[in-house]
């Protein structure tokens, strides 16, 4: 995905069609372009036709679950994935972040809300599409980051792509080894609609470069207080 100085891309996936131009209208206001789309198979021929900054995606879709488009876009594209939903569960929300999604926000909304979060996301992935010259890679144990491309590998050839809120966490516990970092400074602006998004984030990273997830040596809580990063880090 490229991004220009231009007006940044929003598809709008709901069967709803008032939702659709209500978010597409809030969206336009602040000098966004939309599309509405009502089912997950025009989002997806649209998609292969044109990549938009970020997806807005209902789980109701009639063609198929919202979450399966969310995994598909996290898998096969960079793209900004928000869920909003009437399903109000602490599990789908949890399942949604797990399979990629950046922020997942509950109907009934307020569309300034809204707007505030595709901002803020807008923002991270234009910051990451800068030159990598401007964004060092870091190395520690094992492994190696690259924050422009979101990608973590290993000396084993392991490698995987992380959403923009693991790639904010991530950096974040990078440019601060061993030293215990509280939850609100993870979370910084992307600050979501419940409590778990961290633990769901920092879980997702630790199934990535832990030996065992249950028993992290990299990333350790200390509890009462946050999170810290255990190993030195190298910039190059």
């Known amino acids: ?12 996936i709901d069967d709803e069609a008032d939702i659709c ?14 599309q509405a789309f009502t089912t997950g198979e025009q989002a997806l021929l649209a998609i292969k036709k044109q990549l938009p900054s970020l997806c807005i995606i209902d789980l109701g879709l009639p063609d198929m679950d919202g979450l399966s488009l969310v995994k598909t876009l996290f898998d096969d594209k960079k793209i900004g994935v928000i869920i909003l939903s009437g399903r109000n569960s602490l599990p789908d929300k949890v399942l949604g972040l797990e399979l990629g999604a950046d922020d997942y926000i509950s109907k009934p909304f307020d569309p300034r809300e809204l ?14 599409e800068l030159s990598p010259l ?5 190395s520690f144990g094992e492994w190696t980051f690259e924050q422009a491309t979101h ?18 966490i991530l950096m974040t ?17 992307d600050t979501t609609s419940f409590d778990r998004s961290i633990d769901v984030r920092m879980s997702r990273l630790r199934k990535k470069i ?3 997830h249950k028993a992290p040596k ?3 809580t200390v509890y009462g207080a946050g999170y810290i990063f255990t190993l030195d880090v190298t910039w190059h």
């Open 173 to 189: 516990l990078l440019k601060a080894p061993k030293q215990i970092l509280s939850r609100e400074r993870l979370l910084s602006e």
């Open 115 to 128: 707007v505030a979060r595709v901002k803020s996301i807008i923002r991270r992935l234009e910051v990451n």
């Open 134 to 138: 401007t964004f060092p890679t870091a």
């Open 21 to 34: 131009t209500l978010v597409c209208q809030e969206l336009e206001r602040y000098n966004f372009n939309t």
């Open 1 to 12: 995905m490229t991004l220009v100085n231009t007006k940044p891309l929003i598809y709008v």
């Open 210 to 212: 832990e030996q065992d």
């Open 151 to 168: 990608n973590l590998s290993n000396s084993k050839g392991d490698s995987f792509m992380l959403s923009a809120a693991e790639n904010e």
């Open 218 to 220: 990299i990333i350790k």
